[in-house]
Nanobody, 115 residues
Framework: QIQPVESGGALVQSGGSLRLSCYVS????????MGWYRQVPGKERELVAR???????NYDDSVKDRFTISRDNAKNNLYLQMDRLKPEDTAVYYC?????????WGQGTQVTVSS
């Protein structure tokens, strides 16, 4: 089963920036809408940003105007530029398809924002 590989998480101060990356193997990445999800212990995983194969984008209100999602279909990569980070952005971040069947969930990448 294909599992995305997320990277780029780190410990950062409030107001800082990070860029997350996600690589998905195979030759079908470009066909599907992809999204960035995040999860904190004890809560359900939530979708925070999504991008269609054509580049249409939507954000959750909690990250709008601070996060930017993008993709490079030639490299099977999905990105999340995170600016003006807040402590409440602390979570494990994952990437996956948005609709239909999902890839296996990867390990995720930990983002910790200190106040």
């Amino acid at each position: 089963q294909i599992q995305p590989v997320e990277s780029g998480g780190a410990l950062v101060q409030s107001g800082g920036s990070l860029r997350l990356s996600c690589y998905v193997s195979g030759n079908i990445f470009s066909f599907y809408e992809m999204g960035w999800y995040r999860q904190v212990p004890g809560k359900e995983r939530e979708l925070v940003a999504r991008i269609t194969s054509d580049g249409d984008i939507n954000y959750d209100d909690s990250v709008k105007d601070r996060f930017t999602i993008s993709r490079d279909n030639a490299k099977n990569n999905l990105y999340l530029q995170m600016d003006r980070l807040k402590p409440e952005d602390t979570a494990v971040y994952y990437c996956n398809r948005v609709t239909g069947w999902k890839y296996g969930w990867g390990q995720g990448t930990q983002v910790t924002v200190s106040s």
